[in-house]
């Protein structure tokens, strides 16, 4: 890949292990230039084995917060009443995709708004390889649906999160309304409670420091870009959607982990990461 040559979306997602792009990656093709200068150095992070225990930490920790700000009260047999028990195993794999997705692509995030106000971010985490496991296979065999960015409800769910934009864990979701409608039900209310608002912001505000961990350092400020060959305009879009878009997938971090709660599942991750 030369370097003005972004990667493929296909490549982006094998590198998370991952059977779908996260969408901050997919918004970043906007500004395919930028993309091809970062992708690089943090797909080499990314696919180290302290990059992954780092991000699972980050799941660990937006569990701890969920559990002391939320007791479900949807249960699985409520749940049962609008959708089939297959139905429902669809979900659960789907939302353990985005378990493991989303706070790898919080800390890759994190690392590029980092970078732009600094001229070198990470070179301090683990340089071991990433493993392919059980896990990794199973969610790449997951058929994970399509955004459906125009189902019922979502215009709320974005005014209600304060977010720019369909969140892909809730339009993904869109294909299950029966869960959609019900998880919502719920949880609209816990996003308005300030103390659940703290949680996710100070787990963004981790992930920020947790930058440094990255295994191979990124050069990616005003300076290293222009350097690159990036005009102004460019460099200024990228910021806006990663600086738009990374606090808001802390957020859904947070809703992901407070759905998976509410199904059953409160296991820690780190211990036994490869």
Do not use: K
Not at 55 to 66: F, G
Not at 146 to 159: M, P, W
Request: hydrophobic share 45%.
């Amino acid at each position: 890949m030369s370097p003005l040559t972004p990667p493929q979306p296909t490549e982006i997602a094998a590198v998370f292990r991952s059977p779908v792009v996260p969408e901050l990656f997919a918004e970043l093709e906007q500004t395919p230039r930028y993309l091809a200068h970062v992708w690089p150095a943090l797909a080499a992070s990314i696919d180290t084995a302290g990059f992954l225990g780092s991000a699972l930490y980050l799941a660990d920790m937006a569990l701890d917060a969920v559990e002391e700000v939320y007791e479900p009260l949807l249960t699985r047999e409520q749940l049962g009443q609008s959708i089939s028990s297959a139905e429902l195993a669809e979900i659960e794999a789907v939302l353990d995709v985005f378990h493991y997705l989303q706070p790898q692509a919080l800390l890759a995030g994190a690392a590029l708004a980092e970078a732009f106000d600094r001229p070198e971010v990470g070179g301090q985490g683990r340089v071991e390889p990433r493993l392919t496991r059980d896990r990794d296979q199973a969610h790449l065999a997951t058929v994970v649906p399509e955004r459906d960015v125009a189902a019922l409800g979502l215009a709320t769910i974005v005014e209600t999160l304060q977010v720019p934009g369909a969140p892909q864990l809730y339009a993904t979701l869109g294909q299950w309304p029966g869960y959609l409608q019900g998880s919502w039900e719920e949880l609209q209310h816990l996003a308005a409670y300030p103390e659940f608002r703290r949680r996710g912001r100070a787990l963004y505000y981790y992930a920020r420091s947790g930058a440094r961990f990255l295994a191979r350092p990124l050069h990616a400020d005003s300076g290293a870009l222009r350097t690159a060959g990036l005009a102004n305009e460019e460099i200024e879009a990228a910021r806006t959607i990663v600086d738009a878009s990374v606090p808001a997938l802390a957020t859904m971090v947070m809703h992901c982990t407070a759905m998976r709660l509410a199904l059953g599942h409160a296991e820690r991750e780190v211990v036994g990461v490869e």
